[in-house]
């Protein structure tokens, strides 16, 4: 049986939330095998000059030990 | 006075977190008449050979009990 | 160093939950001067006649309080 | 060793929150037996025209199954 | 689509809860106008001589915004 | 300046939330001394024969050190 | 893609907490299918002349829908 | 109609969380007439030389305060 | 009896929290008449150049309106 | 394997939020033996004539009880 | 004065949810010097045919960071 | 748009609160670039021989993730 890690992100983007979680996936996914899914816990974004500027998520991504499989 | 009942949905889409949440209304609505409202209370996504495979939201779907309208 | 303060909305579309977040943060901007942000906490929607009706988001928007700058 | 279930009522009244919590538990005890106890989680009133509408209460009803009696 | 407001109250009554919510709504309602309803989400007592001195709720009350009607 | 310690009660009434309020207090009175106010934080009843047996409210009771005052 | 439903049980044993989820589960399993998992997320005990008369665990458990798969 | 007490205690033991358990409902009951029940609210171990040295549960014990009998 | 609003501040210091706390109370004693507490709730840093660059709290500060004393 | 208690207080001082912890631990110390840590759990301040009065913290003391040593 | 690190697990058996406990702390104790205690955070189950078919636990693994032993 | 890591520590000191914080991010900022902040998210302390031994911050720090600046 598996053992996995949960590990914490914030993710941003200037377009969209769709697009952060999209941009904060891509990002894990290039250091971390054998990702089982995430959770998003939450949403916040930046403004400046009176225009949002980046949308944020929090995303708790988990992933599977490899020595574990 | 009406009497509403909460009832908690966990639906997916390989799509986005918005046809996940169209989804769970439209099986909802399929056999619970009188919805009022629901509220989406988690994010989440399952990932497998390292693409998004799901995303899936848990939504608590309020609807009109029909004798007490 | 400036003091800011955190007041909360409730914003609604009949066309999405990102709609919503435009609109909220559209009439936030129209009254309130230097917004550094928001932060997103429930996503409902109310329903009517089997149909999503109202996209509804709560918003807690942060701005700088003026005479700190 | 009997086993619970666990569901969700939102009842209201034009009078009081104590008449909104009788009507919710009149009628749950209409539709299931063997009610063991309720626990009232939320407290809202809807307003209109400047005037208490509806009292609101949040309940979360508790009854035995039949069969595990 | 009208945006909404949210603001927290903390209101008292020597005599009950159902007083000191019935105050609360009255001292809002004399400010703000179409208020939409109310979320009661602490109930608390202050304690004088041996007495119960006053009943405290604390009330998040919501209004819609008047230029987005 | 006072310390003050928080002791927790669940007190019970046949007749309503607000008598079983108003037991628990009384009898939180009778033993302690310096009572400076008191908490709500749940609210159930108990449920026998299809008719509600008892009203049970947890109250936080805060009281003064003697010694400290 | 499948909607699954989230239903909440309370299931006692006199032998010990495991037991009680296991009592809870095949309780669920009897009337429900497709049953894709569970989560335990209260524990408790009765007490009762000194001694502890039911371990009680709060199971939320998920059930894809039929007509969904 | 009784009123109850509420008391927080942390147990532990080098064998389980089981025994954990057992040994803090035992010490409770050593002091503590008229238990009706508990809650465990906490499950931690402490580690030491790599190994597991203590299961430690949070228990809240609630029992009937007498002179309410 | 009063009535009192409860609003919420974010207030920074680069020297430390107790001095962000005292900002944020100064500025809020600037414009709101009759305050009669507040609540730390949250305790945040920024950080620059590998150096603590703000100190930030949030704060909720409680006030009577004037209207109702 | 010793068994432990834990008691919720809230102290105050004039001075500071440190100064507050420093009173509520001497005095906890005065009555409790075999103290082995604490949690500080709310940190709030009265307001009077528009200056600090009391720093206030909320502290839940544990300490192990004597026989089970 | 050391400080820690926490990373957080969820371990899984088919036996029991104590198993899984071991399950997760020996793999931490693999790679992990220096653990001091864990905390189990969340309890549940995956079912598959209608059988239990793992026990998963979230667990918050707290370690020494070597450099500030 | 860069991607953010959260990293969970406890920091100590036999001081005071502020110095335990002071320690945890000098330890942080030691192995991780670009931390952006930290947020304080438990106050808690050790006790020995009736006497403060450690104060101990729970401490969730935020840094850029090299590769996506």
């Known amino acids: ?3 996995a890690r949960v590990t914490e992100l914030v993710a941003a983007s200037p377009v969209s939330f769709d697009d952060a979680i999209r941009k904060g996936f891509e990002r894990a996914a290039k250091t971390l095998r ?8 939450e949403w916040r974004a930046s403004v400046k ?9 929090t995303m708790r991504v988990t992933f599977l030990l490899e020595d574990t499989l």
Chains 1, 2, 3, 4, 5, 6, 7, 8, 9, 10, 11, 12 share one sequence.
């Open 34 to 41: 054998n990702i089982t899914g995430f959770h998003v816990t």
């Open 49 to 57: 000059d009176e225009a949002i500027q980046e949308y944020r998520v």
């Open 1 to 3: 049986m598996a053992v």
